[in-house]
């Protein structure tokens, strides 16, 4: 398994997860520090753990996993509010390493925002967008995550799925790059993807 998630990794995660909307969460677990493990109950199917390793990535298990006895502040936070939620919906920020979980909860709308990128967090939003608590604060030049901010994602990345053949070939047009790297970078593939492009097209990953 690879460390971290593309954004066509978490594109196709969440159109596998959708037979979890209208589940519910049953409960909340903490084993490590950046690990929160969801318990779900789809419904007329067995239950699933969601696994969450922040800013990396997230995946489904059945395994059955020893869990700490004495649930850990955020679990316990994340148990208050999201036990018995219902899952209204599971969906991609962007075409950004970032997963929503929507929840009806009996406190009102919560969100759940999972970002797999490098630095990235787990975050309880309330129904107007407002950060409950975050895994981890944390504050740079472009936002701050802390309880009582807005939540705001990363700047938006392009969708290569949408990208324009007149957008795509100004991106290689301005880039300074060789080809796999603009690919990777500007392009939003990232570098397994923009790699086997190339291959397949019998291109030079290298040329500028």
């Known amino acids: ?12 995660m969440v159109d596998e997860l959708q037979f979890l909307v209208n589940g519910r969460c049953k409960k909340t677990y903490q084993p490590h520090h950046e690990q929160i493990v969801l318990r779900l109950k789809p419904k ?3 239950q699933k753990d969601l696994v969450i390793i922040r800013g990396q990535r997230l995946y489904l298990s059945s395994r059955d996993r020893p869990m700490p006895h004495q649930p850990a502040p955020f679990a316990m936070l994340l148990r208050k509010h999201l036990t018995n939620a219902r899952i209204e919906e ?7 390493r970032i997963v929503k979980f ?3 909860a009996k406190m009102g709308r919560r969100e759940l925002i999972i970002e797999c990128f490098r630095n990235g967090n787990l975050i309880l939003l309330d129904e107007k967008g407002v950060i409950i ?3 981890t604060h944390s504050k740079t030049s472009e936002r701050i995550i802390e309880k009582g901010m807005k939540y705001q994602p990363p700047s938006a990345t392009i969708n290569p799925i949408t990208l324009t053949i007149d957008d795509f070939i100004k991106i290689l047009e301005k880039s300074d790059s060789d080809l796999v790297k603009t690919l990777a970078t500007q392009v939003n ?3 397994q993807h923009a790699e086997l492009l ?3 097209a019998k291109i030079d990953s290298h040329k500028s």
């Open 189 to 191: 593939l990232g570098g």
């Open 1 to 12: 398994m690879r460390e971290q998630m593309s954004s066509f990794d978490i594109h196709r």
């Open 133 to 135: 608590k975050p895994l």
């Open 198 to 200: 190339c291959k397949n």
């Open 44 to 46: 007329e199917l067995p």
């Open 102 to 104: 929507v929840f009806d």
């Open 90 to 96: 599971i969906s991609q920020i962007g075409f950004d």
